[in-house]
C-alpha cells in the first residue's frame, strides 16, 4: 500500500501519528508539502497574508523537513498550487491507496480539505485526519468542544483536574524510499513577490526555521541556558533572548510538539526543580489550546467585528492613525519602539502586544481586525487561533471579555521598562533622553529638547492622540454598545 501523508502544519517527525503509524506498519509513505497560492494572497485591508519574515521561516521549516525525511532514506515532495489539485494528480501518478493529513479548525483550511476530500472520493481513495497540534486532544477534555466554557479559568481547572496529556510518539528511524518522482525544487522568495528581508542586529532572536532548530531553541532555554526556572519572573521583559521561551514560531508551523515541550518541561521538574515557573509555561500552553478550541467551537465568529461576544461597536478605520501606530509614530515611545521591532524582526513580546493591541481598539478607537490583520502580516510565530482569539479579547469582543479594560501606556512603560533599555533599544533618537522622561517625550521642554538632542515633532512625533480623554472616548462607545446589546436581548425576550 501507498500514503500520502499531507504536511500542513506539522512539519516535524516527533510525535506525529501518520509516520508513526507508517513506520509501525512498514507502510510505503509520499510526503508532500503544497506551498498553496492563496496562502501568499492578500488580507481583506490588504496587506500580505504571509509577510517576508514568517516567509522564510516555512521555506526554512520545509527545507529541514526535507533534510530529515532524506536522512532516513525517504524525501519530501515539495509542489507548487492548490492542494485540491496537486493532490488527487499525485495520487494518480503514485497510485496511492491512502490520503492522511492533520486537521485544521478554521474556515479556509477546513474548505481546502473538503475540497481535497471530494476529488479523493471519487477516486475511490481512503482519506485519514488526525489532531496534533494541542497539548490536549479534544477526545480527552472533560467536555464536548461544544460545552467549551466561556471562561479560560474554568476550562484550565477542569482540563487540569480530569484530563491527561497523551505521551509522544517516537520519530521513525527509518523510512522508504519515494518511487521514481520527481521530488520537486523549493519555492524563492521572490516567487511571492518578496524580497528577502533584512536581519536588524537589535532582534532578540535570529529565529531559523525547522524542527532541528526548535529542538534546539527548547533544549538551550530549557537546559544550557537554564531559564525555565524563572519564567515566570522574567516572561514580561522585552529585551533578550532568554526572558522568555520565544517556542512560539516553532509551535505555530509544527515544527515543535506542544506535548514535547510539556514532556521536556516534566523531565525538568524531575532532574533540576518544580516551581511557579516551571508550571507557568505549561499555563501558556494551555492557554494556546484554549484558543484553537474556542475557534473549533465559534468558527468564523472569531473574525466578525462584534467578536465572540456579539458586541456591535462603531469601529473605525482611520488608515493615517493606523499608519502611525503600524509604522510606530505615535508619539507613545513604547508603542512605538514594539511597532518597529515588529517591522525590523517579525517578532514582539507578549507583553508588547498586549499594549500595542490596546492603544489601537481602546485609545485610537480602531477596528481590531486591521491590527490583526498586520500582526498576522508579519508576524513570525503567527498562529491564526492565538492572534484572533488576543484580539478578540483585547479589544474586549472575546468570549472572556471583562469590560473595558485597557493597558495605561505610560504606566506600562515605567512598570515593564523602568530605564527606558527597551524604548532606546529601537529609538535612537530618545537614546539621550534620561529614564524620568523617555517615557513621556511630550513633556520636555524646549530647552531640554535641545540638551537632549530630540525635537519634537522633527525627530520624534508628538502624541497622535490624548491618552485619558480617547480612553474616555471610547469607554463610553463600549458601553454604548452594550447596552444596546442588552436591550436588544431584553426586547426580544419579552
Request: hydrophobic content about 40%.
Amino acid at each position: 500500500m501507498t500514503h500520502i501523508i499531507w504536511f500542513r502544519n506539522d512539519l516535524r517527525l516527533h510525535d506525529h501519528p501518520l509516520l508513526y503509524e507508517a513506520a509501525q506498519t512498514r507502510q510505503r509513505i509520499i510526503p508532500l508539502y503544497c506551498f498553496d497560492p492563496r496562502q501568499f494572497g492578500q488580507t481583506a485591508f490588504g496587506f500580505a497574508k504571509t509577510g517576508a519574515y514568517r516567509a522564510r521561516f516555512l521555506l526554512e521549516s520545509v527545507a529541514d523537513l526535507r533534510r530529515s525525511l532524506q536522512a532516513l532514506g525517504s524525501d519530501l515532495v515539495i509542489r507548487v498550487g492548490h492542494p485540491e489539485t496537486i493532490i488527487p494528480h499525485l495520487v494518480k501518478e503514485v497510485s496511492a491507496d491512502g490520503v492522511g493529513w492533520q486537521a485544521d479548525v478554521m474556515a479556509e483550511e477546513r474548505a481546502v480539505e473538503r475540497a481535497v476530500a471530494t476529488q479523493l472520493q471519487s477516486l475511490e481513495v481512503r482519506t485519514q485526519h488526525y489532531w496534533g497540534a494541542t497539548l490536549y486532544h479534544p477526545d480527552h477534555l472533560p467536555f464536548a468542544i461544544a460545552q467549551l466554557p466561556a471562561v479560560f479559568t474554568q476550562f484550565r481547572k477542569q482540563v487540569e483536574r480530569h484530563s491527561e496529556v497523551a505521551p509522544t510518539l517516537p520519530a521513525p528511524s527509518q523510512l522508504p524510499p519515494l518511487p521514481a518522482i520527481d521530488p520537486g525544487s523549493l519555492p524563492q522568495l521572490a516567487d511571492w513577490g518578496l524580497s528577502e528581508p533584512t536581519s536588524d542586529q537589535r532582534a532578540v532572536l535570529s529565529f531559523a526555521g525547522g524542527e532541528a532548530a526548535g529542538l534546539q531553541r527548547l533544549h538551550h532555554y530549557v537546559w544550557k541556558a537554564d531559564c525555565l526556572k524563572t519564567y515566570k519572573q522574567t516572561r514580561n521583559g522585552m529585551v533578550g533572548a532568554n526572558y522568555s521561551s520565544k517556542l512560539s514560531a516553532w509551535l505555530a508551523l509544527g515544527c515543535l510538539s506542544p506535548r514535547q515541550v510539556y514532556e521536556t518541561v516534566q523531565q525538568y521538574e524531575q532532574e533540576r526543580v518544580r516551581n511557579d515557573s516551571t508550571y507557568w509555561l505549561v499555563f501558556e500552553l494551555l492557554w494556546r489550546d484554549y484558543f484553537r478550541f474556542v475557534c473549533a467551537q465559534h468558527g468564523d465568529r472569531v473574525f466578525y467585528p462584534s467578536g465572540l461576544r456579539g458586541l456591535n461597536m462603531a469601529w473605525k478605520q482611520d488608515w493615517p492613525r493606523f499608519d502611525a501606530w503600524r509604522q510606530g509614530r505615535t508619539g507613545f515611545p513604547l508603542v512605538d519602539a514594539n511597532m518597529r521591532e515588529l517591522a525590523h524582526s517579525g517578532f514582539m513580546s507578549n507583553r508588547g502586544r498586549q499594549n500595542v493591541a490596546s492603544f489601537l481598539t481602546k485609545n485610537l478607537g480602531i477596528d481590531w481586525r486591521m491590527g490583526a490583520e498586520w500582526f498576522e502580516s508579519l508576524l513570525i510565530d503567527y498562529d491564526v487561533c492565538s492572534n484572533y482569539g488576543n484580539w478578540n479579547y483585547t479589544a474586549g469582543v472575546g468570549n472572556d471579555a471583562r469590560g473595558f479594560r485597557y493597558f495605561n501606556i505610560p504606566k506600562q512603560a515605567k512598570d515593564y521598562d523602568p530605564d527606558g533599555t527597551y524604548v532606546k533599544h529601537w529609538l535612537p533618537e530618545l537614546r539621550q533622553v534620561p529614564a524620568a522622561k523617555v517615557h513621556t517625550p511630550w513633556t520636555l521642554l524646549p530647552v531640554e529638547q535641545k540638551r537632549f538632542q530630540v525635537q519634537l515633532g522633527v525627530d520624534y512625533p508628538q502624541p497622535i492622540v490624548d491618552l485619558a480623554k480617547s480612553v474616555k472616548a471610547n469607554e463610553a462607545t463600549y458601553n454604548a454598545a452594550l447596552e444596546h446589546r442588552y436591550s436588544m436581548s431584553r426586547s426580544q425576550g419579552s
